[in-house]
């Protein structure tokens, strides 16, 4: 459904440091910097068929984050879990909601884990455990 997710951030490099680091805990390469037309860095992760990107904001204004908003991405084990997170905190993230672990649901549970991007935006880490 989607081709791509895109968020602003306030420090370009600070937030490339960090999604080269959560994503390296994935298995995926860091990211590639494709200039704006207009000027704004932009950092893409490409990954199985997916797309992310940081970038600076195009209207010159401070980026922000969306209340409710969670980007949600795909782990493999709850090893490759804990380490996303730790690398995450250890390159300016923010550890939120409870610690990573499963979560029992009823008739499933599931792997979370949860951090906020040097700019704010709210990460999870997850893996249908069952």
Not at 8 to 13: A, P, V
Not at 45 to 70: H, L
Not at 120 to 125: D, E, H, Q, R
Request: net charge neutral; aromatic share 12%.
């Amino acid at each position: 459904m989607f081709s791509h997710v895109m968020v602003g951030t306030n420090d370009i490099e600070e937030s490339r440091i960090f999604y080269d680091k959560i994503f390296e805990a994935l298995g995926a390469r860091p990211g590639k910097m494709y200039p704006n037309l207009t000027g704004q860095k932009r950092y893409f992760y490409n990954f199985k068929g997916t797309s992310f990107c940081i970038t600076e904001p195009i209207d010159g204004k401070p980026a922000t984050v969306s209340n409710g908003a969670t980007i949600g991405f795909n782990i493999e084990s709850t090893d490759q879990g804990d380490s996303w997170h730790k690398a995450g905190i250890e390159n300016g993230g923010t550890s939120i909601e409870e610690d990573p672990g499963i979560r029992n649901y009823g008739k499933f549970s599931m792997y979370l884990a949860y951090l906020r991007d040097p700019t704010g935006n709210k990460l999870c880490a997850g893996l249908l455990i069952k």
